[in-house]
């Protein structure tokens, strides 16, 4: 079987020994030493194996390994990573450790469809699955017994390139196991745990692979083996099933596989929390259980509901999840079924309200909050949308009452800040400055770091960023069969000393990444300004089945591809972990133009300012709250227009004025300096004023204290 996980790793020297323990944990993914290392063993291999350990074991030369043994700076490497794994591993007074001592032995399940944990593990495609990702290193490091469960896609999340035309194409990848940092769970006899979930006609069996995520382990379920009849193996295929009877079975599979599995390997799970509506269906398994046990179905539904907490990500009402009630029927087994038949058919109303009711679907957004203790939104402006939104579940509250807080989202500050400003920390604050991360106090250091100090940092980070960008822009050309001319002029493109604005996300239209385009004439003043140019770097995936999204790509690219444009405004292909790090720390600025209120939270932006790079934002999701011109600028205000042209025309206007007689100025503004002191000082406001309020250390401590564990 090609999967099973042969440890088909080359002769490890002795000195070397542990390489194979730092490679197979995910805590690699937020460990500068241990990237140092695995770069230092192969710099070439580890950028050809996309920084996956595993890979780089598994094909170097072993002849570089005995040298490497051999060589001061690759052991002193070594040993420095060791240490730091050990201690993350073995710490024993930890956070929850401390605060939530009489907590010991309870354990939390987080549920996901995606988990965006490192690049070298493609089981994500965006936001949703970096926020699930940040989750559960957090937990690692705060001592919060946690456990991940998501699925394990045969087939990457594509890989976007980009035609001469500026269309999309999407090339998607089959995902080899055995060059993950996974493992096979297996029972004491070594047999693979395998657990079986009943739907109409059949059962479906489902494998367990693990990962070490520092001290949290993700399991990751998978029905491509032999055990399935093949129509059953692709379901775990790929993220996101467009087909709506495979959407289904994949959210059998992990909400309904994901208890039973747990079950299976005696892990005694207090509370499930369900990142989104996709794994909803385990509430349906838990209470099917408990029917099954004798309790009566109220009961079961309490039992459930107290042991239960959901978090909702998307104000868009297309973005949550609904099936025809009818395919439902078609798809569970009797057993699921008599859960929602019961009561003449009153259980359906679980994941109903009167519309749906009414149209015969049934809606897991609904399922979630029914059958959840407590339910939260991720920013404080997205609590309020979603409380009205979802308002109908609880018709007879006033809005107010509706019981949906906010927990904001945050970021995993050692996986996002690079690695030379958290030099700058290890100098100037503390050694061991990430054991302080939710502490405004330590942050406000900040202001004794020298300015030349930040800016020489921030220049070095944006020189090799820029270096990277022209390298890919110069790839793209070359592979569309560009001229000479062109390719060696991606050389040329962007300077190094010129205010960079970055725009990555997903193309969602919502997001108008094209919001900028909004006045050519006047973008091409600012692009084309010989004292004080401007230029712009964007990257981002349209989802395959959104034309409107790929439409608004190619407008872009073309635009980019424009005479006189094309070296001050690029778009870089294929977004993904890496290239969002590249970009959030070599910025000068990170620009954010959702349609207010449809930005739930966002977490790019949070992850630039954190280096330094300033935010321009709509006042929607987090900088709804954030918003300070100490550290950053708003476009527009808070108005919303229910003519979206009109609203486009005022939010893009506004854009231009600020970076004009704003950003642009603070920035050139030198007084004989190298750089601006006002920007330095706004660079370091960003740093010590949000890093704290952001990092997902506050954001776990409000999920333990308001969700898991509300009266301690
Ligand atoms: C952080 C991140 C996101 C989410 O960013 P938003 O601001 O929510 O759009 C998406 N994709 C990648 C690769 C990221 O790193």
Request: charged share 25%.
């Amino acid at each position: 079987m090609p999967d099973s996980h042969t440890t088909t790793v080359p002769f490890i020297p002795a000195r070397l020994q542990r390489l194979r323990d730092l490679a197979d944990n995910l805590a690699f993914s937020w460990n500068d030493q241990t990237l140092g290392l695995f770069a230092a063993l192969d710099e070439r291999l580890w950028h050809i194996v996309n920084h996956n350990p595993v890979r780089l074991l598994m094909e170097i030369d072993p002849g570089r390994l005995m040298q490497a043994a051999e060589d001061e700076s690759v052991l002193s490497l070594y040993d420095a990573a060791v240490s730091r794994f050990d201690d993350e591993m073995g710490m024993e007074k930890t956070w929850f450790s401390q605060q939530y001592a009489h907590r010991k032995g309870h354990l939390i399940a987080y549920f996901s469809m995606e988990f965006g944990l490192h690049e070298s593990l493609p089981v994500y495609s965006g936001g949703l699955g970096i926020l699930a990702g940040d989750h559960l290193k957090t937990a690692s490091s705060m001592g919060i017994p946690m456990i991940g469960v998501g699925l394990l896609y045969r087939v990457s999340y594509f890989k976007q390139f980009i035609a001469s035309d500026g269309r999309q194409q999407a090339v998607y990848e089959g995902a080899e196991f055995s060059g993950l940092p996974l493992k096979l769970v297996t029972d004491e006899v070594r047999r693979p745990v395998v657990v079986r979930i009943p739907v109409q006609d059949r059962e479906i069996s489902v494998r367990v692979w693990k990962a070490e995520v520092g001290r949290v382990p993700l399991l990751l379920l998978d029905t491509d083996f032999p055990a399935n009849r093949a129509s059953d193996r692709i379901i775990t295929e790929r993220l996101y099933d467009a087909d709506r009877t495979y959407r289904l079975l994949q959210e059998l599979v992990l909400g309904v596989g994901g208890v039973r599995m747990l079950e299976a390997l005696d892990l005694p799970v207090s509370i499930y929390h369900l990142n989104e509506g996709h794994s909803a269906l385990l509430s349906i398994e838990r209470m099917q259980q408990l029917t099954a046990a004798g309790r009566k179905w109220e009961e079961a539904l309490s039992a459930v509901r107290e042991s239960t907490v959901f978090t909702t990500h998307t104000p868009v009402p297309a973005g949550n999840e609904v099936f025809e009630r009818e395919r439902m029927e078609r798809v569970l087994s009797a057993r699921h079924r008599g859960i929602l038949d019961h009561n003449g058919g009153s259980g359906w109303r679980l994941g109903q309200c009167a519309d749906e009711e009414e149209t015969g679907t049934f809606n897991l957004t609904i399922l979630a909050l029914r059958t959840s203790r407590k339910s939260n939104a991720v920013s404080v402006l997205h609590g309020d949308v979603s409380r009205r939104m979802w308002q109908r579940v609880w018709p007879d509250l006033p809005l107010e009452n509706v019981p949906m807080d906010a927990v904001t989202n945050g970021v995993h500050a050692p996986t996002w800040i690079h690695p030379s400003f958290k030099g700058v920390f290890r100098r100037y604050l503390e050694e061991s400055w990430h054991q302080h991360l939710d502490d405004p106090e330590f942050w406000s250091r900040m202001d004794a770091v020298p300015d030349e100090t930040i800016w020489s940092v921030h220049r070095e980070i944006k020189k090799s960023m820029l270096r990277e960008v022209r390298r890919r822009v110069a790839a793209l050309r070359d592979r569309n069969g560009e001229d000479a001319a062109a390719v060696c002029g991606a050389a040329g493109i962007l300077g190094d000393d010129v205010l960079t604005i970055g725009f990555a996300r997903r193309f969602a239209p919502y997001k108008r990444a094209t919001l900028l385009l909004h006045d050519p004439e006047r973008l091409k003043r600012l692009l084309g300004n010989e004292d004080r140019p401007v230029q712009f770097i964007f990257a981002g995936k349209a989802h395959p089945a959104d034309s409107d999204g790929k439409q608004i790509l190619r407008y872009l690219y073309e635009f980019s591809r424009d005479a006189g444009i094309a070296d001050r405004l690029v778009f870089v292909e294929n977004y993904d972990m890496a290239l969002s790090r590249l970009l959030i720390a070599g910025c000068d600025c990170w620009l954010n133009t959702p349609r207010r209120p449809y930005e739930a939270s966002g977490t790019s932006g949070m992850k630039a300012a954190m280096n330094g790079c300033l935010n321009i934002s709509i006042k929607d999701g987090w900088w709804a709250e954030a918003s300070d011109t100490a550290y950053g600028w708003t476009i527009g205000d808070d108005t919303q227009d229910p003519d979206h042209g009109r609203q486009d025309e005022r939010d893009s206007g506004a854009l231009y004025a600020l970076l004009e007689s704003e950003v642009i100025p603070a920035y050139y503004q030198r007084n004989g300096s190298p750089w601006s002191s006002r920007w330095v000082d706004m660079m370091k406001r960003s740093i010590s004023a949000l890093t704290p309020r952001f990092s997902t250390v506050r954001m776990l401590r409000e999920y333990v204290g308001t969700c898991y564990f509300p009266n301690r």
